[in-house]
Nanobody, 123 residues
């Protein structure tokens, strides 16, 4: 099993940047494919980005492509989400998630979740 803890959320003006971190416990972090999701009030959970075990492969939602970058440091058991050019519509609670079997954009297939970190983008 792996436990995930997100950090780095906060309030930022439109056009600004934030970097979210997701720290994982355990010695098998490099075995997990990792994803980032977000959920705004009254909306369904939305896929943002995913990264392979080595970090060589990534995939993004169209809504964040070119603005967000997912990366990981397996030596530090951490996955990151660099968010640039933030927009008010990026306001949500952001979650990291992990799974063993294959990259997927479907949140229901992720086995492990953090508690989330809130991002608020003001206009």
């Amino acid at each position: 099993q792996v436990q995930l803890v997100e950090s780095g959320g906060g309030l930022v003006q439109a056009g600004g940047s934030l970097r979210l971190s997701c720290a994982a416990s355990g010695r098998t972090f490099s075995s997990y494919r990792m994803g980032w999701f977000r959920q705004a009030p009254g909306k369904e959970r939305e896929f943002i980005a995913a990264i392979s075990r080595s970090g060589a492969s990534t995939t993004y939602a169209d809504s964040v492509k070119g603005r967000f970058t997912v990366s990981r440091d397996n030596a530090k058991n951490t996955v990151y989400l660099q968010m640039n050019s933030l927009k008010p519509e990026d306001t949500a609670v952001y979650f990291c998630a992990g799974r063993i079997l294959g990259l997927t954009t479907d949140w229901i297939h992720y086995d492990y979740w953090g508690q989330g970190t809130r991002v608020t983008v003001s206009s």
